[in-house]
Nanobody, 115 residues
């Protein structure tokens, strides 16, 4: 099983980034997918989630209206479009696959919003 995140980097406040997570080794379409993040000195938090077929999404209040989660089951990939980024969005972002019996985590990608 592999979850490989990409797309992180440095961006100025107000900027945008698009994170991708490529999945392999399991039946991607059976799993709900989440993005979590962890900032230095803080607990890991759920940022956004999407159901297995993409019909249901949910977001942390802190990112509603700015972030959009989506998935392409044909490409086994989940995305997180992040707009209007703020310094408080700085964190390591993790892709998570949640099935009925198993939960898989990616290695994370760093997002840094600096002014």
């Amino acid at each position: 099983v592999q979850l490989v995140e990409s797309g992180g980097g440095l961006v100025e406040p107000g900027g945008s980034l698009r994170l991708s997570c490529a999945a392999s080794g399991f039946t991607f379409s059976y799993y709900a997918m989440n993005w979590h993040r962890q900032a230095p000195g803080k607990e890991r938090e759920l940022v956004a989630g999407i159901s297995s077929v993409g019909g249901i999404t949910n977001y942390a209040d802190s990112v509603k209206g700015r972030f959009t989660i989506s998935r392409d089951n044909a490409k086994n990939t989940v995305f997180l479009q992040m707009n209007s980024l703020k310094p408080e969005d700085t964190a390591v972002y993790y892709c998570v696959a949640r099935g009925r019996a198993y939960v898989y985590w990616g290695q994370g990608t760093q997002v840094t919003v600096f002014s």
